[in-house]
């Protein structure tokens, strides 16, 4: 990790195959300065060579998932060449072989909607709230919100979310799309563990190349893609003979 990182501002926890990412600036509701940043691709460099690991949560730290980037920060000297570097460290954590689940309580806005949306599935509670607020502040988007957010809700959807700024309840977010589950307060981390359960009981290698195929074919023609499946298919994983065998070794009228 960069000796001038402070690992602090990303706390890395694993368990049972489950690398939790927690964004720890709570008394800044865990909004994204430069340092945060740094850190996050350190951990994110570092899962891509984790066999150990199955599945990475990102979730932020209290009662807030994160209010975006920190406009308290000044602008860095190559503004231009930080905000690739930026851009690219979420397109990183979107091609990680795990699977990535954002777990939202709270505010989840502007640059924090970019970061829930680089990954591959947001569940969130009932506390939650999302917002785009870049043209509130004369900004326009740096991180892919323009294009991660179109393709999750359509672009329709997107553009009023986009120019209006105004924060969508959990409820809203469910119904367009914008989160894979919405949870009752005090359910979320229950329905994380059992999305992870459920994710990290199936061959890992399976759920890596599924996701490699689900976004390296993104906006291909159908055509396209079907052959896509074939001549990249990386073909099966070594324990699929014994996962094949316990299928026919298992009890009658069992699945």
Not at 149 to 155: D, Q, S, T
Request: aromatic share 6%.
């Amino acid at each position: 990790m960069n000796a001038k990182a402070t690992p602090d501002l990303v706390l890395r926890v694993d368990a049972e195959g489950v690398a939790t990412l927690t964004l720890n600036r709570a008394e800044k509701r865990n909004a994204i300065n430069r340092e945060l940043f740094r850190t996050l691709r350190a951990h994110i460099l570092a899962l891509q060579k984790d066999r150990s690991i199955g599945l990475v949560v990102i979730r932020g730290a209290g009662e807030h998932f994160c209010a975006g980037h920190d406009l308290s920060e000044k602008p860095h000297a190559d503004a231009l060449g930080w905000l690739r570097r930026e851009m690219q460290t979420l397109e990183l954590l979107t091609r990680l072989r795990q699977p990535v689940i954002a777990a939202v309580r709270g505010t989840c806005f502007t640059g924090g909607l970019e970061l829930a949306l680089s990954a591959d599935f947001i569940l969130c509670d009932e506390s939650a709230r999302f917002a785009d607020t870049h043209g509130k502040w004369g900004l326009v988007p740096g991180w892919g919100m323009s294009q991660r957010l179109p393709r999750r809700i359509g672009h329709a959807r997107a553009l009023e979310m986009m120019i209006s700024c105004r924060p969508y309840d959990a409820a809203e977010a469910a119904a367009m799309g914008l989160v894979n589950r919405c949870m009752p307060a005090g359910a979320l981390d229950e329905a994380v563990g059992e999305l992870a359960e459920a994710i990290l009981a199936n061959s890992w290698h399976s759920n890596a190349e599924n996701k490699r195929l689900i976004y390296s074919t993104d906006g291909m023609r159908l055509s396209e893609g079907l052959d896509h499946e074939i001549m990249r298919n990386a073909g099966f994983d070594r324990d699929a003979a014994a996962r094949r065998q316990s299928f026919h070794d298992r009890p009658r009228g069992g699945t």
